[in-house]
């Protein structure tokens, strides 16, 4: 961000200078006009300074979005930014601390912990930019890919059945969990506003179209539909899990799209601060032991 962007107020150059590298139909470009629309909006709405969003970038063609946005931004390395984003918001609570992550780097590589961070209900949003395929090396499979998906490095098709991302999180206790689509960008922007405003850890899995590794846009048209108002109990684990348990990322069936869980529950930053106060003799001696190391 450039320092004379006035603090609280959306700016016409929230999209970077940087050249762009997406492929020509790449469903991250509806992702990063969606989070440029979000941060704007929710600085204008909430009073927050543009200057309290941090992005965080995993490795692949997704964490790329993190320099086409003109916001603080940090890139992790492959699966670990999630833990990078605990740390940043531990360390200053006023930030809206924002993961984009791909489905191979947070599903395979990051696995663990995108698991630890969402039972600790650290207060962070994760939005994982699901195109089930691993973009950026050229199209081999992952944990949300088909089975029988056949890759660059599944030429005969894959023999395993994809994990279904929500039902980990409902299971592990993540606080607030959707599901969006990156043709339907209106309803992309609302939940990436939710999120963002959720206290807890709040995780969106959209569901992002590679166009060059597979395209899946013929198939999402036909089958996703907006979850109605009414038509779950977001605050009800049973409820949730019903409406998560429709679709399984394998067999044909309709895909629903929206909040499926959203609830209340101590979050662990400031958990960690409530311990940590007081102890200010203790302080001291990290601050010792750490400057005796430099
Ligand atoms: C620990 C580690 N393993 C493997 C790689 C190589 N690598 C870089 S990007 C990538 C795939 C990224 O795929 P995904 O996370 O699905 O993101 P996409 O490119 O599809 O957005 C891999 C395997 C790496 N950088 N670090
Ligand atoms: S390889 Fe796929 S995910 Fe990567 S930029 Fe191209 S279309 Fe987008």
């Known amino acids: 961000m450039t320092p004379d962007q006035p603090p609280g107020r959306p700016a016409g150059g929230l999209i970077s200078p940087a050249e762009n590298t997406w492929c020509p139909g790449c469903g991250n470009?509806?992702?990063?006009?969606?989070?440029?629309?979000?941060?704007?909006?929710?600085?204008?709405?909430?009073?927050i300074p543009l200057e309290n969003f941090v992005l965080l970038g995993g490795i692949g063609c997704h964490g790329k979005l993190v320099d086409y946005l003109n916001v603080n931004s940090f890139y992790g390395i492959h699966g670990r930014s999630v833990?990078?984003?605990?740390?940043?918001?531990?360390?200053?609570?006023?930030?809206?601390v924002i993961c984009h992550?791909?489905?191979?780097?947070?599903?395979?590589?990051?696995?663990?912990?995108?698991?630890?961070?969402?039972k600790r209900n650290s207060d962070i949003t994760v939005i994982v930019h699901d195109n089930r395929v691993y973009g950026l090396t050229t199209g081999q499979y992952t944990p949300t890919s088909p089975e029988g998906f056949r890759g660059r490095s599944t030429p005969g098709g894959?023999?395993?059945?994809?994990?279904?991302?929500?039902?980990?999180m409902l299971a592990t206790g993540a606080t607030h969990i959707a599901r969006g689509y990156t043709k339907k960008v209106r309803h992309l922007k609302d939940l990436?506003?939710?999120?963002?405003?959720?206290?807890?850890?709040?995780?969106?899995?959209?569901l992002q179209i590679c166009a060059t590794y597979f395209n899946l846009t013929d198939y999402y048209n036909e089958h996703a539909y907006?979850?109605?108002?009414?038509?779950?109990?977001?605050?009800?684990?049973?409820?949730?899990?019903?409406?998560?348990?429709?679709?399984?990322?394998?067999?044909?069936?309709p895909i629903p799209l929206g909040t499926f869980y959203s609830v209340e529950k101590p979050i662990y930053e400031e958990k960690f601060r409530a311990l940590a106060a007081g102890r200010a003799e203790r302080r001291a001696l990290v601050r010792k032991v750490v400057g005796e190391w430099r």
């Open 29 to 47: 470009f509806s992702i990063q006009h969606m989070m440029k629309s979000a941060v704007a909006e929710l600085s204008e709405e909430e009073g």
């Open 83 to 96: 833990p990078a984003a605990t740390g940043i918001r531990l360390g200053n609570p006023d930030l809206k």
């Open 101 to 118: 992550v791909g489905d191979g780097d947070i599903y395979a590589e990051g696995l663990d912990h995108l698991i630890f961070a969402a």
């Open 158 to 168: 894959i023999t395993e059945h994809p994990l279904n991302p929500l039902e980990v």
């Open 192 to 206: 990436f506003k939710e999120a963002i405003m959720h206290r807890g850890f709040s995780f969106v899995d959209v």
């Open 226 to 253: 907006e979850i109605e108002a009414g038509e779950v109990e977001t605050g009800r684990y049973e409820s949730a899990l019903g409406k998560i348990r429709e679709w399984d990322y394998d067999r044909d069936a």
